[in-house]
């Protein structure tokens, strides 16, 4: 009996989809938010400092600051690199603006129940002249400003992080 051999031939096809995402949108939002970040990493670092100088507990919301501005600096730097490459896939991003907008959003309820809470109570004392009580105060009233920047960078970090994913998405659909 006669042997016969069938050969299958299999091509392996790779198919590449180059997604046009707008530059400028792009670059402007990652300035933005590697601005964000490192503000985030360095005044909260500082709030940290400044609470174990003066012997106080650290209320929940420091540490968390330093996790979500470092992990805006990575997802932003992760996003540049795959953008320079050509190879940002929209439903990354996606992925990414959501997750970072809850926490943005989480920061900034923290920050508003900080503010609003214990401390405004030590925002609204005031001192005159030329002494000890002025010189804290004015160090108080630093402090302050810090935690209503910081309470703004929160809001634009969530407000930015829902452009991102809308310009996604809309990346997303142009491209089908």
Excluded at 108 to 118: E, K
């Amino acid at each position: 009996m006669a042997r016969s051999e069938v050969s299958t031939s299999f091509q392996r096809v790779i198919v590449r989809h180059a997604y046009r995402w707008p530059e400028t949108t792009l670059y402007a939002w990652a300035i933005f938010m590697i601005i964000a970040g490192l503000y985030l990493i360095t005044n909260f670092a500082t709030m940290a400092n400044q609470q174990s100088t003066l012997g106080l507990g650290t209320p929940w919301i420091i540490p968390y600051g330093i996790t979500v501005g470092a992990l805006t600096e990575a997802f932003v730097w992760v996003i540049l690199l795959l953008a320079f490459s050509r190879r940002l896939f929209p439903g990354l991003v996606m992925l990414k603006a959501f997750i970072m907008f809850v926490l943005y959003l989480t920061g900034l309820i923290g920050t508003a129940i900080q503010l609003f809470g214990p401390v405004i109570e030590q925002c609204d004392r005031s001192s005159t002249g030329l002494n000890l009580d002025a010189l804290l105060w004015l160090l108080q009233r630093q402090t302050c400003e810090d935690w209503y920047v910081v309470f703004g960078f929160w809001v634009a970090g969530a407000i930015f992080e829902v452009w991102i994913l809308i310009v996604a998405r809309k990346v997303l659909v142009l491209a089908n």
